[in-house]
């Protein structure tokens, strides 16, 4: 087993762990890459540290979850009333650098528990990249063979961490369905472990029980409203399960691209009692956003939806980046720029908290490339 042992708290996961464990788990908190992390509950991951001056994980997968939360209060719009707080859960810094390890870890432990997982198998997984990344990670920390399918969208960073990992990529044709593609390959393969993260339980109750139970004690449990875009829904499924099962009044909101069904499915079912799929359009953000309703998804939850385009998406990334120094995916442009507009149509105090998916390192050459960018003709707008 891999064990880290590190004297300096940097940026990323292990930096977070450190400051944990140096600062105690109550109080306001530096996160290390700047901004304030509030009232983060103790964690398990954290051990029984006894104050030496060295800080070892005994696992590098006991580094997942237990993300900070950060004050992006800072990135209001004008007008906001000033007793509104914006909170974001900086999920990037999970050891794969992205939310999907919490999905991941949850869904590998059930099947290990249960049977399904057993050693020498090979598990399969389509994904959009970052449960793929997460899986061919788990996979290698685990000594499993894994088999990652995506399509042409999955930036070229993400493929290659898929790669790095030592799974094997399949890239499927535009058009093709990425899941029906796992499902296929799961039938010729009767010994391989599909993840099926689209319908598998174990994905929004890994939010249920990690990132909601996470956020109710960061924010001391006054939380107001809880903002997430959906690819399979599986965070706004279990976080917002969870936050209202601690305060129904906690409002959840989705963020959603256009050109994404969910905006029309959900506005109609909560109109009508019946969903209607609109015809999908084109977006460029990655990982949200769908051309379908996954079954892990729960729109019983959803009280209200905001649509953000890719233009507004990236360019809260250009400034989140630039004016906070926080370098985050597209997802997170588009969940933080959903929570902004929110904010601002708030007539008193509140507690806004939305997460921060992945990172940007994985799309340096799309939401990060000037040239993308104008190419695609969803440059920013000036700061
Ligand atoms: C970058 C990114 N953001 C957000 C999400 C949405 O998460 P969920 O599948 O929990 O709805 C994903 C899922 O693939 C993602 O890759």
């Given at each position: 087993m891999l064990k880290l042992a590190t004297v300096a708290a940097g940026a990323g996961a292990l930096g977070y762990l450190l400051a944990k464990q140096q600062h105690g788990s109550t109080g306001a908190k530096r996160c290390p890459f700047?901004?304030?992390?509030?009232n983060v509950a103790d964690s398990p991951a954290a051990g029984s540290a006894s104050g030496s001056e060295e800080v070892i994980a005994s696992t590098y997968f006991e580094l997942i979850g237990n993300t900070p939360l950060v004050d992006i209060t800072a990135v209001a719009a004008a007008g906001t009333h000033p007793g509104v707080r914006l909170y974001a859960k900086a999920e990037f810094l999970n050891p794969g650098l992205s939310t999907k390890d919490r999905i991941m870890r949850n869904i590998f432990e059930k099947?290990?528990?249960?049977?399904?997982?057993?050693?020498?198998?090979?598990?399969?997984?389509?994904?959009?990249?970052?449960?793929?990344?997460?899986?061919?990670?788990?996979a290698a920390m685990k000594g499993y063979q894994a088999v990652i399918i995506t399509n042409a969208k999955c930036s070229a960073e993400k493929c290659a961490s898929i790669t790095a990992y030592g799974a094997r990529l399949i890239i499927t044709p535009t058009g093709v369905d990425y899941m029906e593609e796992e499902y296929k390959m799961a039938r010729e393969n009767p010994d391989w472990f599909s993840v099926d993260?689209?319908?598998?339980?174990?994905?929004?109750?890994?939010?249920?029980?990690?990132?909601?139970?996470?956020?109710?004690?960061?924010?001391?449990?006054?939380?107001?409203?809880?903002?997430?875009?959906?690819?399979?829904?599986?965070?706004?499924?279990?976080?917002g399960k969870y936050l209202k099962e601690q305060n129904p009044a906690v409002q959840i909101v989705m963020s959603d691209p256009n050109g994404s069904v969910f905006y029309?499915?959900?506005?109609?079912?909560?109109?009508?009692?019946?969903?209607?799929?609109?015809?999908?359009?084109?977006?460029?953000?990655?990982?949200?956003?769908?051309?379908?309703?996954?079954?892990a998804m729960d729109f019983g939850v959803v009280d209200d939806m905001i649509q953000v385009s890719d233009k507004d998406s990236f360019t809260m990334c250009k400034r989140l980046?630039?004016?906070?120094?926080?370098?985050?995916?597209?997802?997170?442009?588009?969940?933080?720029?959903?929570?902004?507009?929110?904010?601002?149509?708030?007539?008193?105090?509140?507690?806004?908290?939305?997460?921060?998916?992945?990172?940007?390192?994985?799309?340096?050459?799309k939401v990060y490339n000037s040239k993308w960018l104008a190419d695609n003709n969803v440059a920013p707008s000036n700061l």
């Open positions: 700047g901004g304030t992390v509030s099947a290990e528990a249960d049977g399904r997982l057993k050693p020498g198998m090979t598990i399969v997984a389509a994904s959009s990249g970052n449960t793929g990344a997460a899986t061919a990670m788990l993260q689209y319908n598998n339980a174990a994905n929004p109750e890994a939010h249920y029980q990690s990132t909601g139970p996470e956020i109710w004690a960061q924010t001391g449990g006054k939380v107001t409203h809880f903002v997430a875009a959906g690819s399979t829904g599986g965070t706004i499924t279990g976080v029309n499915f959900w506005k109609t079912l909560k109109a009508t009692g019946t969903g209607v799929l609109d015809k999908p359009g084109k977006f460029l953000v990655e990982g949200v956003g769908k051309n379908n309703i996954p079954g980046a630039e004016a906070e120094g926080i370098l985050a995916g597209g997802s997170s442009g588009l969940n933080v720029a959903a929570s902004v507009q929110l904010a601002a149509s708030l007539t008193g105090p509140a507690v806004v908290v939305t997460t921060m998916p992945d990172l940007g390192v994985k799309y340096l050459s």
